[in-house]
């Protein structure tokens, strides 16, 4: 048994974590990603890539050990990527909110001056 956090796993943070992630969707172009300020993730996807790959070519049951044992520490360690998950979620739903409330006012602005219009330029039956 290996610990998640050491060698070859290193599964310490959110970084390796979101790089498995994105090299389990798509192992061919994640190597290439590249995060700001964080130029360790490409170091992670690139490790990462291999493994998936090399489960996926070969076949044989070292590879696909190694791949199970990847994909373990993966969902032991989710916990760490979890709070910035959720924030980018926040942010997300934010950014939604923000960009439909301009409509919102102009529409009950427009349906108040319509029904204002209506109801005093409509005559009574007396």
Not at 13 to 34: D, F, G, I, R
Request: hydrophobic content about 45%; charged content about 10%.
């Amino acid at each position: 048994m290996r610990s998640c956090k050491g060698e070859p796993f290193y599964f310490t943070s959110w970084k390796p974590t979101l790089a498995w992630v994105v090299c389990t969707l798509n192992p061919y172009t994640c190597p290439s990603l590249e995060i700001p300020y964080y130029p360790d993730f490409t170091q992670y996807a690139l490790n990462y890539s291999t493994v998936i790959l090399a489960a996926r070519e070969e076949s044989n049951s070292f590879t696909l050990d190694t791949n199970a044992a990847f994909t373990f520490c993966f969902w032991m360690t989710i916990a760490q990527a979890l709070p910035y998950i959720f924030i980018l979620i926040a942010a997300i739903l934010f950014i939604i909110v923000a960009a439909k409330v301009p409509f919102q006012v102009a529409s009950s602005a427009m349906q108040c001056l319509v029904q204002a219009v209506c109801y005093t330029h409509v005559g009574s039956n007396d």
